[in-house]
């Protein structure tokens, strides 16, 4: 079952989000539309951000984050991730507890 905000693309998963950097935290905040806002402690040079990025997915869905790949916008906020080895289902509902969390 794919969900509105989450395409499934061969053996991935792929979800558009917007990253808030530099916050005092990092952790999922919302859905903002089809978007998935997420806030990293990290600022946004030399790669720290998207590096952070990738680990809040990994600590969140319980995965290594060599399972999750940013495929469009490195330099922007806005950016789509890609998801390898996991479930469409159990993607949403790890997004949802750690949303439920935040």
Not at 29 to 35: E, I, P, S, V
Not at 41 to 47: D, L, M
Not at 78 to 85: A, L
């Amino acid at each position: 079952m794919a969900l509105y905000y989450i395409a499934m693309v061969a053996s991935a998963v792929r979800i558009k989000v917007k990253v808030l950097p530099k916050t005092s935290r990092s952790c999922l905040a919302g859905w903002l539309g089809d978007t998935l806002k997420v806030c990293v402690h990290a600022a946004p040079e030399k790669g720290k951000a998207n590096g952070e990025l990738k680990r809040v997915f990994a600590d969140v869905l319980q995965i290594r984050v060599s399972n999750i790949q940013i495929i469009a916008g490195m330099t922007s906020q806005r950016k789509i991730i890609e998801i390898h080895s996991m479930d469409a289902c159990v993607i949403d509902r790890h997004l949802k507890a750690a949303i439920n969390n935040s």
